[in-house]
């Protein structure tokens, strides 16, 4: 990922400035959460003890500090509570306008409201109880070694998106 107009960063990855997480088995304890983002799925953790379902996922179970968690799927549509906009100021690796929501799930979700990014909506058009839907997108491979030879490994993220009416 070379940054244009930074000659010192021509050709080299510049991993001060990735502000997303590493997916990779190798990296990462929740990569589970990935990979289930790339098979569109919206998943958290649930402990096998206490039946406690956490966001964000979880390698330990922050009620009871159990281990043994399983991965549970969560809605895929919500209303928005509240919000956000930058239009001005957004920063650096982002585009304007950069939108945050307090989502509610619903009654029958685990988790009842969390804060999401929104994605796919101009400035001025989202509304409070407006209905939002889950959606993955790419975002920049990150190098890795392999057989001391580097690749890029792929990644995902997610965010929400206005549902069109």
Request: aromatic share 12%; glycine share 6%.
């Amino acid at each position: 990922m070379a940054v244009s107009g930074i000659p010192l960063l021509d050709d080299k990855y510049p991993v001060t400035m990735d502000m997303w997480p590493v997916e990779d088995e190798q990296f990462n304890r929740i990569y589970q959460f990935y990979d289930n983002l790339k098979e569109g799925k919206f998943t958290t953790t649930k402990c096998k003890s206490c039946g406690y379902v956490s966001w964000p996922p979880r390698v330990l179970c922050p009620e009871c500090y159990a281990e043994e968690l399983e991965w549970t799927e969560l809605p895929k549509r919500g209303k928005v509570l509240t919000f956000s906009e930058e239009v001005r100021g957004v920063p650096l690796g982002f585009e304007s306008p950069l939108i945050h929501a307090w989502i509610d799930l619903g009654q029958k979700s685990p988790i009842k409201k969390f804060l999401s990014r929104i994605i796919n909506c101009p400035a001025g058009k989202l509304k409070e109880g407006d209905e939002v839907q889950f959606v993955v997108f790419d975002i920049p491979a990150h190098p890795k070694e392999v057989k001391r030879e580097t690749v890029m490994s792929e990644r995902v993220f997610f965010a929400f998106e206005p549902v069109e009416k």
